[in-house]
Every structure is written in C-alpha cells, then in structure tokens.
C-alpha cells in the first residue's frame, strides 16, 4: 500500500507492505522492518530494525493523526496517491485565465463527457478516467468552456498528461 504524510518538513511517500507478522516500511529509499504489539493504554510498542520506541496515535479528524513519542507531539495528515494529486492539481489550477487540466496519475480514458467549444459551469464532469480500478470523473472547478480537448475515449494516459484546456 502506498500513502503519503504530510508533515512539517514535507510530504514524504509511505510504502507499507505486511508480511506474516512484521511490516515493511519503506520512506524514500529506506526499508524499515517493524514489529508491532499494542499495550493496553492504547500506546503501540514498535520494534524498528531492533530498537524499541513506545508510539500513541490519535485521530483528530479529516485524515489528520496526532503522534506522541519520546521525541515529542507531531501532527501529521495521511492520504491516499490519488487523493494527494487531485489537491495538488486542484491548487495548480486555481485562478483565472487558461487552463490546462492533465491526468492526476496513469490511466485510462472511459469516457469524454463534452466537446471543444462547449460551456461548463463549475462541478460539471468533462472526462472519466480510470485510475487503480476506480473511475473518477474529472469535473471542471470554475465556469468557463473548453477550448481543447487532449484525449479520446479509450486512450492511455500518464500522470501530469493534458486531459483538456477550458477558459
């Protein structure tokens, strides 16, 4: 499985695997193996690569976790690769002017809901992209019309590919 944390010094890519009783955790180029038993208090006693460290994990709410350990209270926000995309595409194309929209991460085109030149308000659908077995509708976040469209139904797509421009 795949996640991202954000996280005060930035956002960092979490590969987690489970494999009988231990994880595998891997941060950028770094495995961890972790072994993991939760005391009654609710704290998790971790084995890391043969250290121990006693963590508490709390949920304060919209993916955002609260992590007590020795080293102090940190706050940290967990998300899905999809997820983490389509906010950092969403704050990309904020404004006003041209718009280019692309592709938040490989797929594959399912459908093309609108044609160039036609008129769209604000949360209406303009392409289907199929993406880790789920179909996600990619919905414009202004009024405006598309100007071009990049792609047609069926087409193969990578993340960062242009889906279509609106003004």
């Known amino acids: 499985m795949e996640l991202i944390v954000k ?3 930035g956002d960092m890519k979490v590969g987690i695997e489970r494999r009988g009783g231990e994880y595998r955790v891997r941060i950028g180029d770094k495995t961890y193996v972790i072994l993991s038993a939760e005391a009654t208090s609710g704290v998790r006693s ?3 690569d043969g250290g121990q460290y006693e963590v508490a994990v709390r949920s304060i709410g919209d993916d955002r976790y609260e992590v007590t350990s020795s080293a102090g209270v940190e706050q ?3 998300q899905d690769p999809l997820t983490h995309l389509a906010e950092a595409a969403h704050e990309k194309q904020a404004g006003t002017g041209r718009q280019v929209v692309e592709a ?3 797929g594959r085109v399912v459908s093309v809901l609108v044609e ?3 008129t769209v308000r604000a949360g209406e659908g303009v392409v289907v ?3 880790m077995k789920m179909e996600n509708e990619i ?3 202004r009024d405006g019309v598309i100007a071009k469209v990049h792609v047609a139904t069926g087409q193969a797509v990578e993340g960062g590919d242009p889906l279509f ?3």
Do not use: F, I, T
């Open 129 to 131: 992209l199929e993406a």
């Open 46 to 48: 971790l084995l890391v």
């Open 7 to 9: 996280h005060v010094d």
């Open 165 to 167: 421009e609106l003004e």
């Open 104 to 106: 938040y991460m490989p």
């Open 139 to 141: 919905q414009v976040e």
């Open 116 to 118: 160039e030149g036609a």
């Open 76 to 78: 940290v926000q967990v």
